[in-house]
């Protein structure tokens, strides 16, 4: 599974009202004329719908703490989070920063933790973040919430293929970022490439 989130302008764009019919003349003229016609209805923009907030509640207990720091989720998790967790298909969420995209993360890691149960060792999920101070903020946090879930969390952004392999093979949730991720997985590639088999997790 791959679930890529990306920071947005907040832009809102809308259909046209199917009472917009564009005139056969398409000429400056004629859309100035129609533009200024009263009897044509100017178009308008769906009202988009509420989305029912998603409460932590429903989580089991276990997975509650990850997301202490709030009771629901907000609007845009909440639309995104049934399929982050009921679908195997790769996401890609645009949004606003501080919109809450790292928690679609952590619903995704939830997911992985939830379906893989005892043999979540056996896996490994990596988190590429595109500077080094992002990772260490992620390592800082995501130590505190997953350690209890038993998942093994290493930040792997030094200059030490082999000594980054021997982290990557003991531990399961791995946070680099893009250039030394490529760095290492080309490495594994060639010589340990059933590590790179046991990747099931790929968050950008």
């Known amino acids: 599974a791959r679930l890529s ?11 046209l009202s199917p009472q917009y019919e564009e005139p056969a003349d398409c000429s400056t003229q004629a859309l100035h004329q129609q533009a200024n016609d009263p009897s044509i209805p100017p178009p308008t923009a ?28 907000n609007q845009d998790q909440s639309e995104v989070l049934p399929d982050t967790l009921n679908t195997d298909q790769p996401i ?6 501080g919109s809450g995209k790292t928690v679609l993360f952590e619903l995704a890691i939830v997911r992985l933790l939830d379906q893989m149960q005892s043999s979540v060792m056996d896996c490994k999920m990596v988190y590429i ?23 093994k969390v290493v930040e792997v952004t030094g200059d030490m293929e082999g000594q980054d392999v021997e982290e990557i093979r003991s531990n399961n949730l791995i946070i680099t970022t893009p250039e030394k991720w490529d760095a290492v997985s080309r490495w594994l590639s060639l010589t340990d490439p059933q590590l790179i088999f046991s990747l099931r997790l790929v968050l950008i």
């Open 5 to 15: 989130c990306f920071n947005t302008p907040p832009t809102k764009f809308h259909q």
């Open 46 to 73: 769906p009202i988009p719908q509420p989305i029912s907030l998603h409460p932590v509640s429903s989580f089991p207990p276990k997975y509650q703490t990850i997301f202490r720091e709030f009771s629901h989720f």
């Open 92 to 97: 890609v969420v645009a949004s606003p920063t």
């Open 129 to 151: 973040a595109p500077i080094k101070a992002l990772c260490s903020e992620r390592y800082r946090d995501w130590v505190h919430k997953f350690s209890p879930q038993d998942v």
